[in-house]
């Protein structure tokens, strides 16, 4: 596609991304013209980063940390601005083209949002730097995805716009201490997963905290398909290689099971009111003992929850939703892109990613023998399975703008009985085609 296909895509893609809430907004990194990525000498010079996460997250903890490792290599000084979602939304494009942009930040990925800013000129190419300090070698394939852009934005291309240090996916979290009261053990096959279903329906139970209102459901949803898709489907669905067959087996089993899921008590009738929180919540207290949703949940229920809990990837399925977390960026017109390669160079060692991994974050290169706490480690080795397995399969809502109210529309139609799965299926196709044209 030519320039004028992303200039078209601009105003429509920067208004879809103002909607989503879960993500935050992404920048890629820079290569030429910065001067000479491999120099230390950074005495009397200034590496301005924006970030924007809070203070008591995994990611700022290691970055904090990183700052006087940085500084003591370099020379240089650290100048960090922290800046809200909302900020870095409303004013990325405009103070990316000015010197008043910084020299390195975090952005969220995807074809919206970092995709779009590579596709404008905003970030730069950095794969010389991926090259030069083995980047690539410690992402896997999957991770890669979403910080290599098409020249019209489309992730999964061959040039490097950002690189990410930390990850996150979705997987099933247990209420073990439910399980044992109830006399079952958790499945390790989908069989056994939909046995230990039922087994807590007979018990009057609903299993499956859900919210039909948000995203919880959409990414069930997806998770369904996933199970008897294959790499080549997610290439179709997130990458336009081809057209999707919305009447094919991946999607039809999705629909027709969620509904089922429905019909068989082992989501509540109410799901299509539900919020996320509410479902977290629910599976807190206690109220439902499964809960199919994403490692950011973690945390919280490591400090929130009573009970002893697990997490595993979803049962039978070689495929699971998740991605790189966001990347780091060096804009066009950083003035300090050797010292951003080596600030993002320091986020990659092993002391700074178990920094990440300690503090219930999913790092993306970090040594399983340095993560100390017991719930962290079993974490990333879920996470370093699904890498294995060249498992990560994105969102579902990331393919086109405006996709996420779609799904949350539509599978509240199904779950409610106002339209079978083929009706639904079928709304979806019209909507993902309409919304994917420009890309493809």
């Not at 290599?148 to 996150?168: A, F, I, L, Q, R």
């Not at 996320?276 to 207290?285: L, P, Y």
């Not at 600030?343 to 178990?354: L, N, R, V």
């Not at 080795?381 to 994105?394: A, P, R, V």
């Amino acid at each position: 596609m030519a320039r004028t296909t992303a200039q078209r895509r601009a105003t429509r893609t920067l208004a879809a991304v103002g909607s989503i809430a879960v993500a935050a907004l992404a920048l890629s990194a820079c290569s030429g013209g910065g001067g000479d990525a491999g120099s230390t000498d950074g005495a009397g010079k200034t590496l301005t980063l924006w970030h924007y996460e809070g203070a008591d997250s995994a990611m700022a903890k290691a970055w904090n940390a990183a700052i006087p490792i940085f500084e003591k290599q370099t020379g240089a000084t650290v100048k960090v601005e922290e800046k809200s979602f909302e900020q870095i939304q409303k004013t990325a494009s405009q103070v990316l083209d000015t010197d008043a942009a910084p020299d390195l930040l975090e952005f969220n990925k995807g074809n919206a949002t970092a995709g779009f800013l590579a596709s404008t000129g905003l970030i730069a190419d950095i794969s010389d730097a991926v090259t030069q300090y083995g980047w690539d070698a410690k992402l896997a394939p999957s991770l890669q995805t979403t910080a290599k852009y098409s020249s019209d934005g489309v992730m999964g291309g061959d040039t490097w716009y950002g690189v990410p240090n930390y990850g996150e996916f979705v997987g099933v979290y247990y209420n073990l201490d439910a399980f044992k009261a109830a006399g079952l053990e958790v499945p390790k096959t989908y069989d056994e997963f939909t046995k230990v279903l039922d087994a807590f329906v007979a018990k009057g139970i609903t299993p499956l905290a859900e919210a039909g209102a948000e995203y919880p459901l959409g990414q069930l949803w997806y998770q369904l398909a996933l199970s008897k898709a294959d790499r080549s489907w997610v290439d179709d669905y997130q990458l336009y290689k081809n057209p999707v067959d919305w009447n094919g087996s991946e999607v039809t089993y999705a629909s027709d099971t969620l509904k089922q899921y429905v019909d068989k008590g082992y989501i509540a009738k109410d799901v299509s009111s539900v919020k996320a929180e509410d479902a977290g919540v629910s599976f807190i207290n206690g109220t439902s003992p499964i809960f199919v949703s994403g490692s950011w949940w973690y945390g919280r229920f490591a400090s929130d929850a009573t009970f002893d809990w697990t997490l595993s990837a979803f049962p039978g399925s070689k495929l699971s939703l998740g991605s790189s977390g966001n990347l780091w960026v060096v804009p066009e017109r950083s003035k300090q892109k050797d010292l951003a390669y080596q600030f993002i160079d320091i986020t990659m060692s092993p002391e700074i990613q178990a920094i990440i991994g300690n503090n219930g974050g999913v790092p993306v290169a970090a040594d399983t023998a340095d993560i100390t706490d017991a719930k962290s480690k079993e974490l990333i080795d879920t996470f370093n399975g699904i890498l294995q397995d060249d498992g990560l399969s994105f969102y579902p809502d990331w393919p086109a703008p405006g996709f996420y109210d779609v799904l949350v529309q539509e599978l509240q139609g199904l779950v409610t009985g106002s339209q079978d799965p083929a009706t639904t299926n079928a709304n979806l196709g019209k909507k993902y085609d309409e919304g994917t044209a420009d890309f493809r």
